[in-house]
């Protein structure tokens, strides 16, 4: 509920640092400043500073609670303090006071010696994503609560321009305007997430019930945030710790229909001193085989079990943050991706062999996976006096990805086991705002280095492999009265050498894809070493070409990826690999060099974000089916059956589109949401669309947003209408299946909110594919052998104290 008021703060334009308050909402309106008193600590250096802290306003327009949100560490205890003496009117809806959660700003300056009183400034309510130069979206928790239970890609997928590679099990990756998960960057409270990633099956390891917040950040970002980014970003950030003395927490049940899944999650923050935060969270998931619309997608069960834990202290203005985190999955996979002979392949095209024969059951059977993530972070931040603030983060994360195959019964084990190993550093370096007339300066730069290590053990798929990489990167950022400019460049060496079997090696030795590449034989085993430079730069502007109504973004960017291992060496398939696939040893760099104009729009019955992007990438890694000499697709024949065979090639692509969301009427009783996308990718040689590529999206919502009913607060309906079109661009003769058909979906979801004295409850019904449609996502390799789930009714109840 708190989340649900601080969004309508959130949206509210600010007169003289007081809400202007939207029709049949009042939120908190602050009566009495605060005297904010310029730290000691900073005088000497006499910097400027701003600094969010959330606000937690009672009933009776009280404080309730404080939490920093960002700015200067030097500022930290100075704004908390501020924060908890503020004064409001409590919020109201139709005339009864409620609770709200609402961020604050302070602005610091220095005294000078003309006036010796500090100069500062209270701003209530703002957004964030507006003054970024990138187009970006920021999901709440409140929207969060809403997926409950959900994967990270199906509770990112309702952003514009976000799509989801989703199979038949209970997982799926993001896609940001056309780029698979290994051309995106996850972040987890800016740790770099690194895992196994060449599985369609493969669902990134990480838990949104942690998530306090979740950014998308579309288009080219490696400046920031390091390689990888060259299709976007998805920022994961934890909630703040709680700084007021005192017990609170969640607790969240769902239950959903189809696989008759479970969910339960709790969340405990614990302040037993005044620089001293704890936390202990944990959620648990169990889910039956999924239904298509008309047959049991067989073997499909999960479980999932997620821990976590952190202690922050604040020792002066410095913060040090020790935290853990653990994702425990079991999953089946889909009994249909095994068949035994091509022509077995084409029957099962429009509907699985057996698909009669299976039966809805809490059973986890071969083929099936188990992953691990263990993430261990320790962070320092501190203030360096009047150069700015420094962040200094260790991380260790061990991925553990098992297959099974469907084997004898006296074979047990794992026939594929593979252990990831990262350890990384992080030092980030913020200057200070630096105000000058009009104007004003911010920046930083900072340095990573990173070591993985990968062993493997089972049947040949990815190698061995080490890894050694370093960045540096620099920015800055001139804001003026309603424009902004901001550039940035990085540098980035990766070393990795890969770790071949005799076997391995002289496959890829008659295949002739080892030109380039140099390996030493020790023993048995070819070592393989590559080494790989790559630049990153972006140049970005905002103009604020009508304060508070019409932003213009502009952004220009390059930057690179290294090829992932399994694009260089992956030689088989396995169980969550439903194809045979062949790498290309000597593959370069992708390098893309994009522009992306954005233009968003405020108004009190109007609010809407449209982008649009080019972007030329070189080297792109187009993973594509393969041809015989004879022009016919290939397929391999294994012992565990018959698979088309895929293979990596880099090409000269382009990539061009646009996507946005109009919002009408955003706080009235009727409100109607228009969001869409679509993606062209060409190769350039040939002028061909490029396979595997997402359709156009489009999807309505309208909403109902009822007055409070009693003790029922913030009611709301929706009713929505997804369309996913068919990728009728693509040669069908270049697959070994045509593009699926596309599909409308129909959803529709409700809430509301009922606080009561120890806590606030948040009630939720959502139901989708209403209409029971059948349809397969063509950007998911199980396109070839089934359907997406069916219809699904979920039912989520809340509670926040």
Known sequence: MWLWWAALALAEPTVGGEVVPAAETEPPVLLEQASLHYPESALAEGVHGSVTVRVHVGESGAVQDVSFVEGPEVFRLEALRAGRKLVFAPATRDGQPVPALIDVYFHFAPPEHDHP?????????????????????????????????????????????????????????????????????????????????????????????????????????????????????????????????????????????????????????????????????????????????????????????????AAEWRPGSSVIKVAWRRYDLAAGIFYGITNSTPEDFGNQLERPLLADAWTSTYAIDRPRQSVTHDLFSARFEGHLGSYGDVAVTYAAQINHRQEFEQVRDTVEGPQYDFVLRTHSVDAAFTQHTHAFGHAAAEGGGGVQVSFQENVYRGLPLVPNYRSLSAGAHVWERLSFDHTAIEGGLRYDRVGRTAYLTESTWERHDRRGTLDGVSCTFVGEVAHCPRGFDMASASLGGLWQAVPDVVDVKLDLSTASRVPNTDEQWLNGSAPSFPVYALGTPDLSPETTWGVSPTVGLSLPWLDAEVGAYANLVQNYVLFAPERTEDGQLAFDTTIRGTFPRYRFDPVDALFYGADGRVDLAPQGLLGLTLSGSLVRAQELASGEHLIGIVGDRGRITGHLRPPDAGPMLDPWVDVSLSAIGKQARVDPALDFAPPPDGALLLGAALGVSVPTRAVDLDFGLEAVNLTNTRYREYTSLLRYYADMPGRDVRLRVGATF
Request: aromatic share 4%; net charge negative.
């Open 117 to 309: 009183e500090p100069v500062y400034e209270i701003v209530v309510g703002a957004d964030g994503d507006r003054l970024d130069t990138h187009a970006r979206e920021t999901l709440d928790e409140a929207v969060l609560d809403q997926s409950s239970g959900e994967s990270l890609a199906d509770t990112v997928e309702g952003v514009a321009g976000v799509e989801l590679a989703g199979g038949a099990a209970d997982t799926a990756k993001p896609i940001i305007r056309g780029q698979v998960e290994r051309r995106l960057l996850l972040l987890y409270d800016g740790i770099r997430h690194e895992s196994q990633k060449w599985g369609p099956d493969h669902a990134p390891e990480i838990d949104p019930f942690s998530a306090g917040s979740v950014s998308v950040v579309k288009g080219a970002a490696g400046v920031r945030y390091g390689p990888d980014a060259i299709g976007g970003v998805i920022l994961v950030e934890p909630p703040a710790m709680r700084t007021e003395r005192g017990v609170g927490g969640k607790a969240l049940l769902m239950g959903a229909a189809n696989g008759r899944k479970g969910y339960a999650a709790l969340r405990l923050d614990v302040t037993p001193t005044d620089d001293l935060s704890l936390r202990v969270e944990g959620n648990l998931a169990r889910s039956a085989d999924r239904l298509a619309p008309d047959y049991v997608l067989g073997n499909t069960a999960s479980r999932l079990l997620n821990l976590g834990a």
